[in-house]
């Protein structure tokens, strides 16, 4: 019963910013890494950024200088911090995090994904 809830996406032209939260909820005994996934239409769900519990960072190159992932790893959650936003930068945004519960395994799990959308 693990649950990742998203938010903060919305509409927001060009150059401005906006900050995406996920929460992890459940069963939850250890998070390893977290990260943020985007999928724009027409195209495959691409990594943005990946931060581990020791809070290593992973960035996609055309995000390294305006993205900035967090974590908090006392409420199991991460953010991603996205300034001097570009239309491309639309798509919705999945938070991911591998999990382990009391009871089962380690396993992947998504949020629902929140839509971005920058606008010219």
């Known amino acids: 019963q693990v649950q990742l809830v998203e938010s903060g996406g919305g509409l927001v032209q060009a150059g401005g910013s906006l900050r995406l939260s996920c929460a992890a909820s459940?069963?939850?005994?250890?998070?390893?890494?977290m990260g943020w996934y985007r999928q724009a239409p027409g195209k495959q769900r691409e990594l943005v950024a990946l931060?581990?519990?020791?809070?290593?960072?992973n960035y996609q190159d055309s995000v390294k200088g305006r993205f900035t992932i967090s974590r908090d790893n006392a409420k199991n959650t991460v953010n991603l911090q996205m300034n001097s936003l570009k239309p491309e930068d639309t798509a919705v945004y999945y938070c991911?995090?591998?999990?382990?519960?009391?009871?089962?395994?380690?396993?992947?799990?998504w949020g629902q994904g929140t839509q971005v959308t920058v606008s010219s």
């Open positions: 991911t995090a591998e999990i382990k519960g009391w009871v089962a395994g380690w396993d992947d799990y």
């Open positions: 931060i581990t519990r020791g809070s290593s960072t």
């Open positions: 459940g069963s939850i005994f250890r998070i390893n890494d």
